[in-house]
């Protein structure tokens, strides 16, 4: 999983496991939420390719909230608040 986030992201930005199956990915210099989704995009495009363990295939999905500084928080308990509000909204409005 940490290969395919990594391989959806640019050269500075940073992604790290959160806790169990959560991940946090900090964008560096980037302040429009457009921005952050075509990359949010990337990544849950990249999670959902197909997967082989034990010669079956395996589907994932991911749910990604997403959180800009300041307008979102300037601080990390708010933003972490508001990419969890971010996911769950996602979350719910996929069919």
Not at 26 to 43: E, G, P, S
Not at 71 to 85: F, I, Q
Request: hydrophobic residues 40%; contains cysteine.
């Amino acid at each position: 999983m940490a290969s395919r986030i990594a391989g959806a992201l640019r050269a500075e930005d940073i992604a790290c496991r959160y806790g169990g199956d959560e991940f946090v990915v900090l964008l560096l210099n980037v302040d429009q939420v457009d921005v952050a989704n075509m990359i949010a995009d990337k990544i849950r495009e990249r999670i959902g390719r197909p997967w082989s363990m034990d010669g079956r295939p395996i589907r994932v999905t991911a749910s990604i909230g997403v959180a800009i500084y300041p307008l979102d928080g300037e601080h990390y308990d708010a933003l972490m608040s508001c990419a969890d509000a971010s996911m769950y909204r996602t979350r719910n409005d996929r069919p």
